[in-house]
């Protein structure tokens, strides 16, 4: 049944993901509730649950200014066991070693800073126009080839209770990190097997789990008023400085031509009649528009 209205703020809801569904479902639910356009900030797998960023309307415009954030995450990784989707959810294999707790806190910092990853197979990779996972549940052999990813900081917290060989790390990284290709990595430098086997993402960029909503709140189908209330202002959440103009700049700028300033070089945000209009990029003292909003 097609909802009737749509909102009229745009912005960011941020919806703390159940595991089990996957992020589209988050995605398309807010769509239908709001009535505009929508999308997220950093899938998450479904076996994964926690923060999940979702755009509403033209605040989608701005994600490239939200991907490279620092993201956190608390991992559980079950150790003496492998699998082909690097997780769980996957053929399960015993094999190898469950190390101790002293042993995998000491390879943690050789991950430290920039490194090479290889991506999981089951991913949504791109190769030659299909999706890895496709490929992978195809039988189909194929190479992903590594890319660079930031880690900023690992710590091993313990094993979980009542789970020997299952050990808790909280992660913080830069953006496209995949956390089951480090379960892969860190036993393999311990020299042995494991599996991603719970994965909460408690931080991405300036979204968290305190500012984060239930996704029952949205599975109750609040009305457009109630909707409204919970989205995020778009201009809250950009780390940005705020330019100003005035006179003749002001309408200048507005009619796509480019002003002189004296703000250093970098990205603003601009206002138009009060309201949020859009981010500006100035350049060696001069201020054009870089994405318009409105």
């Known amino acids: 049944m097609k909802r009737e209205g749509k909102v009229n703020t745009f912005g960011f ?17 807010i769509k239908w509730l709001s009535g ?37 995450y608390v991992a559980e990784f079950t150790f003496g066991v492998d699998s082909d989707t690097l997780d769980s959810t996957g053929n399960l294999v015993r094999g ?8 995998i806190a000491a390879v943690l910092p050789s991950f430290f800073g920039d490194i090479m990853q290889v991506p999981p197979k089951y991913s949504a990779k ?14 189909i052999d194929f190479e992903l080839p590594p890319k660079k990813v930031h880690i900023y900081d690992m710590q091993c917290l313990g094993t979980v209770a009542e789970k020997e060989d299952t050990f808790r790390l909280k992660i913080r990284c830069g953006g496209g ?10 036993a393999e430098a311990l020299g042995t097997k494991a599996v991603m086997s719970a994965l909460r993402r408690t931080q991405s960029g300036i979204f968290t789990l305190d500012n984060a909503i239930p996704f029952s709140v949205l599975e109750a189908d609040p009305s457009l008023e109630e ?10 959440v950009l780390p940005f400085d705020t330019l100003t103009l005035t006179g003749k700049a002001e309408e200048r700028y507005y009619n796509g031509v480019a002003v002189p300033v004296e703000y250093a070089d970098g990205l603003y945000k601009i206002y138009k009649d009060g309201a949020f209009y859009g981010v500006a990029e100035v350049k060696n ?5 870089k994405i318009k909003l409105c």
């Open 177 to 186: 990190t995949y956390i089951r290709s480090l379960a892969r990595d860190i």
């Open 126 to 139: 791109n190769v030659n126009g299909k999706r890895g996972y496709d490929l992978a549940r195809a039988g």
């Open 36 to 72: 505009v356009p929508c999308g997220h900030m950093g899938t998450l797998d479904p076996l994964a649950s926690g923060v999940l960023p979702v755009g509403v309307g033209n605040a989608t415009r701005l994600f490239d200014y939200f991907l490279e954030k620092e993201k956190e």
């Open 227 to 236: 909707l409204q209330r919970l989205i995020i202002p778009t201009d809250s």
């Open 96 to 103: 190898g070693h469950v190390p101790n707790e002293r042993d």
């Open 285 to 289: 003292g001069l201020a054009k528009a």
């Open 13 to 29: 809801i941020n919806v703390d993901k159940p595991s089990g569904i996957v992020s589209s479902t988050v995605v398309n639910k």
